[in-house]
T-cell receptor, first 118, second 117 residues
């Protein structure tokens, strides 16, 4: 696609429900990142995929959070048993650079998925 | 660990004037990259400018320039001739090496810029 596409753009869910957030990176992009951004804060790293391999998940807050990218393209971030503190914007980014090696302006962010847990 | 510090929570500037947004960084890496992103109220994250640690000249992109002072570990963004549409949140970020050998972006807390007529 022309850009990084995320869905849903807005999600309101009740505490305790599971949510799945989808990211469709730019076609052919090898690297895919998930970030979380709370109101008034900068984005914080959650996890990284190189093709279909999850190479780093050190930023996932706890085991309720998981992510996959089974075919090396679309990725899903799943939050189980949501809590109010999970409310934030979840951003996906992709890069044409392999091995997660950034250079210049090759990092593209999606518009994000706003999650509100009530 | 790598860290980005943006000490200005908010900045005000009048239209057509220049403004400097501060960013300092901390890293032990010899090779690194610095980025600035703009986040308007719509929530997009728009790439503005990039500076590599070995680049000898300061990066420029139109009205944006990056004042890179390596010895001071600062990478300030300069916006010349501010426009009303420049009102947004601005994030400084640094390319950081993970233990896995891969890289990620580490962001600062951002500076909110308001441009007045």
């Amino acid at each position: 696609g022309a850009g990084v596409s995320q869905s849903p753009r807005y999600k309101v869910t009740k505490r305790g429900q599971d949510v799945a957030l989808r990211c469709d990176p730019i076609s052919g992009h090898v690297s895919l990142y998930w970030y979380r951004q709370a109101l008034g804060q900068g984005p914080e790293f959650l996890t990284y995929f190189n093709y279909e391999a999850q190479q780093d998940k050190s930023g996932l807050p706890n085991d309720r959070f998981s992510a996959e990218r089974p075919e090396g393209s679309i990725s899903t971030l799943t939050i189980q048993r949501t809590e109010q503190r999970d409310s934030a914007m979840y951003r996906c980014a992709s890069s044409s650079d392999g091995m997660g090696r950034f250079s210049g302006n090759t990092i593209y962010f999606g518009e994000g998925s706003w999650l509100t847990v009530v | 660990a790598q860290k980005i510090t943006q000490t200005q929570p908010g900045m005000f500037v009048q239209e057509k004037e220049a403004v400097t947004l501060d960013c300092t960084y901390d890293t032990s890496d010899q090779s690194y990259g610095l980025f600035w992103y703009k986040q308007p109220s719509s929530g997009e994250m728009i790439f503005l400018i990039y500076q590599g640690s070995y680049d000898e000249q300061n990066a420029t992109e139109g009205r944006y320039s990056l004042n890179f002072q390596k010895a001071r570990k600062s990478a300030n963004l300069v916006i010349s001739a501010s426009q009303l549409g420049d009102s947004a949140m601005y994030f400084c970020a640094m390319r950081a090496q993970m233990n896995t050998g891969f890289q990620k972006l580490v962001f600062g807390t951002g500076t909110r810029l308001l441009v007045s007529p």
